[in-house]
């Protein structure tokens, strides 16, 4: 099973940029699709972005799409979130996931299996 750490998030003021990292442990990174949700206080955890296995397909939400970008570096066992134009919307704590399949172009939390521990970002107005 592999297992997962965020790092990267942090305070930014709104209109700013945050990366955030995951780095996988464990097992073959490679093996698997990956993706990045988030929770905010109250509310369920949400969709943020996906990627394949090989990075080749990408899928987002309308909420982030243009603004976040979903990498990985295979040979680093590392998976990226590039978030630019930060809204404080965009507040919550930020997870990565891992499944051996990606299901769904939509995934929720239930179609990912490993989770990190996640990372806060909060945006100031």
């Known amino acids: 099973q592999v297992h997962l750490r965020e790092s990267g998030g942090g305070l930014v003021q709104a209109g700013g940029s945050l990366r955030l990292s995951c780095e996988a442990s464990g097992d073959t990174f490679s093996r698997y699709a990956m993706g990045w949700f988030r929770q905010a206080p109250g509310k369920e955890r949400e969709f943020v972005a996906a990627t394949t296995w090989s990075g080749g397909a990408k899928y987002y939400p309308d909420s982030v799409r243009g603004r976040f970008t979903i990498s990985r570096d295979n040979a680093k066992n590392t998976l990226y979130l590039q978030m630019n134009n930060l809204k404080p919307e965009d507040t919550a704590f930020y997870y990565c996931?891992?499944?051996?399949?990606?299901?769904?172009?939509?995934?929720?939390?239930?179609?990912?299996?490993?989770w990190g521990q996640g990372t806060q970002v909060t945006v100031s107005s």
């Open positions: 996931a891992a499944d051996l399949e990606l299901r769904t172009t939509r995934p929720t939390a239930e179609d990912f299996r490993s």
